[in-house]
């Protein structure tokens, strides 16, 4: 069964800061990770998805990276803005799971002006 | 992407009722995706619902209580049925991308709180 872990729970830092999102999963035979952001009791928005064979993606100030064999992921988010406070969570797509997500519990980021 | 919407945004219900959530797809899509999100916890699948046959439920979760119909490529309902205070959860519509990539597009989530 697959475990989807993402380390901090909470994280409170100050504006301008770079700062960096884990996740681990327990199965590597994934088909690919996506990472969304959510917002106070709101749906999700994508941010990134990086396909199984892929190593990394970037889109603006985020850059996600993939490291299949040892089953982490992490986002990394440069120069943060009040505005990227959010729950940011990550999911996987197990092969051959006709398109389930598993999701982690999230990671609540708190950039402070 | 897919622009996806839900009806109602929230709702506060009494014990023992039953509430159907709507979901539109501005596009057709083969398949449509019902999650569940508790309070403080991760995302769940409840079940896929597929245009033209019944839907197919995960472990835990049954028809008799989740209800899904799916008439047409674009639109999708799920009912709660016999509200409990367990029930009150997030609960987001989500359909695949058309494309090689697979991404997943999800809703903006009904808000339900059973008293």
């Known amino acids: 069964?697959?475990?989807?872990?993402?380390?901090?729970?909470?994280?409170?830092?100050?504006?301008?800061?770079?700062?960096?999102?884990?996740?681990?999963?327990?199965?590597?035979?994934?088909?690919?990770?996506?990472?969304?952001?959510?917002?106070?009791?709101?749906?999700?928005?994508?941010?990134?998805?990086?396909?199984?064979?892929?190593?990394?993606?970037?889109?603006?100030?985020?850059?996600?990276?993939?490291?299949?064999?040892?089953?982490?992921?992490?986002?990394?988010?440069?120069?943060?803005?009040?505005?990227?406070?959010?729950?940011?969570?990550?999911?996987?797509?197990?092969?051959?799971?006709?398109?389930?997500?598993?999701?982690?519990?999230?990671?609540?980021?708190?950039?402070?002006p | 992407s897919a622009v996806i919407s839900q009806k109602p945004s929230r709702d506060i219900c009494q014990r023992g009722t039953s509430l159907t959530i709507q979901c539109q797809v501005d596009s057709q899509v083969t398949m449509m995706f019902w999650y569940r999100q508790q309070p403080g916890q991760s995302l769940t699948l409840i079940a896929t619902a597929n245009q033209g046959s019944e839907a197919t439920y995960e472990s835990g979760f049954v028809i008799d209580k989740f209800p899904i119909s799916r008439p047409n490529l674009t639109f999708s309902t799920l009912t709660v049925s016999n509200m409990s205070p367990e029930d009150s959860s997030i609960y987001l519509c989500s359909v695949p991308s058309s494309g090689i990539y697979n991404e997943q597009f999800f809703g903006p989530g009904t808000r339900l709180t059973v008293l």
């Open chain 1, 1 to 112: 069964k697959q475990e989807v872990t993402q380390i901090p729970a909470a994280l409170s830092v100050p504006e301008g800061e770079n700062l960096v999102l884990n996740c681990s999963f327990t199965d590597s035979a994934i088909y690919n990770l996506q990472w969304f952001r959510q917002d106070p009791g709101k749906g999700l928005t994508s941010l990134l998805l990086i396909q199984s064979s892929q190593r990394e993606q970037t889109s603006g100030r985020l850059n996600a990276s993939l490291d299949k064999s040892s089953g982490r992921s992490t986002l990394y988010i440069a120069a943060s803005q009040p505005g990227d406070s959010a729950t940011y969570l990550c999911a996987v797509k197990r092969r051959g799971s006709n398109y389930k997500l598993t999701f982690g519990k999230g990671t609540l980021l708190t950039v402070n």
